[in-house]
Nanobody, 125 residues
Framework: QVQLVESGGGLVQAGGSLRLSCAGSGRSVSSLNMAWFRQAPGKEREFVAAEPWFTSIARYADSVKGRFTISKDNSKNTVNLQMNSLKPEDTAVYFC??????????????????WGQGTQVTVSS
């Protein structure tokens, strides 16, 4: 089973950029459905981006489309999330996840069974 560890979070001003990385161990991430979710205080965990197995086209939440980019680096066994033009409403703990997601449920956090510990992203106005 794969283990996941996120890094790269921090404090940034609105309009700035951050790059999150999720390192996998125990299994190659290239063969897995990988996704990023986030959870703000008092809110449910929400889908951010995914690289599902059933398509080569990454999928994004409408709120981050055009600003965030998910990518896999197979040489480093990582899944990355490049976040540009950050907004205060992007503030949350960001989690990477792996699981047997399908076309119908890849946006649902319940479709993923392996999670990292999370990394805090704070965007100041």
């Amino acid at each position: 089973q794969v283990q996941l560890v996120e890094s790269g979070g921090g404090l940034v001003q609105a309009g700035g950029s951050l790059r999150l990385s999720c390192a996998g161990s125990g299994r190659s991430v290239s063969s897995l459905n990988m996704a990023w979710f986030r959870q703000a205080p008092g809110k449910e965990r929400e889908f951010v981006a995914a690289e599902p197995w059933f398509t080569s086209i990454a999928r994004y939440a409408d709120s981050v489309k055009g600003r965030f980019t998910i990518s896999k680096d197979n040489s480093k066994n990582t899944v990355n999330l490049q976040m540009n033009s950050l907004k205060p409403e992007d503030t949350a703990v960001y989690f990477c996840a792996a699981g047997a997601a399908t076309r119908s449920n890849y946006r649902d956090y319940a479709a993923y069974d392996t999670w990292g510990q999370g990394t805090q992203v704070t965007v100041s106005s």
